[in-house]
């Protein structure tokens, strides 16, 4: 039974609910299938804690595969595979007000890491209904990119980031929640057959 972890993040500027985390509530009602044992967290829009909570989940639970969700308020309509995560250039503060020391997620890290997920493949072979879904190689350098580097750095690789429009009438959670699912199973097929 594999052990796959999840995180949507929590409220930030005029999201009162964000529907990352409300897209990954979702997710895990629905469920992946009998052997996959699917948890789920929420992360503050804070670097350190963020950092913190990452780190913990790849040193106690060691899962398969851990994926990250989180909110791109500049995208209407579309869910974003995010193939790797930057080190440096995080002067944007937090929702504490503070930005990481040196501006970076860890000291001596790779400038980036990439995902051992080929979010290319991915993107060629799954389609979602009603939305589009884009390849991207820059998550944004605020929480999401460092939350993403971070757990790169610490799951050697297994770890990917999906961006998520905000909710509206026609993004709804439960609407992401399946989409996340279909765009999930895809990546753990793709682990599986890494590992074969």
């Given at each position: ?39 789920i967290m929420q992360l503050p ?29 500049s995208a209407t309509a579309l ?118």
């Open positions: 039974n594999h052990l796959s972890f999840f995180s949507g993040f929590g409220p930030f500027r005029q999201y009162l609910f964000n529907s990352s985390w409300e897209a990954v509530k979702e997710l895990s009602k629905r469920g992946l299938g009998e052997n996959i044992n699917l948890q829009v804070v670097y350190q804690k963020a950092k913190e909570q990452v780190c913990k989940i790849w040193t106690t639970l060691q899962p398969l595969l851990t994926v990250h969700v989180g909110l791109a308020s869910i974003i595979l995010e193939q790797c995560g930057k080190n440096k250039g995080y002067q944007e503060r937090d929702a504490c007000g503070f930005h990481p020391e040196g501006a970076c997620c860890i000291l001596d890290g790779p400038e980036k890491i990439e995902s051992t997920i080929n979010m290319k493949t991915l993107w060629k072979n799954i389609s979602v209904e009603g939305i589009d879904i884009i390849l991207s190689r820059d998550a944004g350098r605020y929480i999401c990119d460092y939350t993403y580097y971070t757990s790169l750095y610490y799951g050697n690789g297994r770890a990917a980031f999906i961006h998520v429009p905000p909710l509206s009438e026609s993004v709804t959670a439960a609407f992401l929640g399946k989409a996340l699912q279909t765009i999930i199973l895809a990546m753990l097929e793709q682990c599986g057959q890494q590992r074969e």
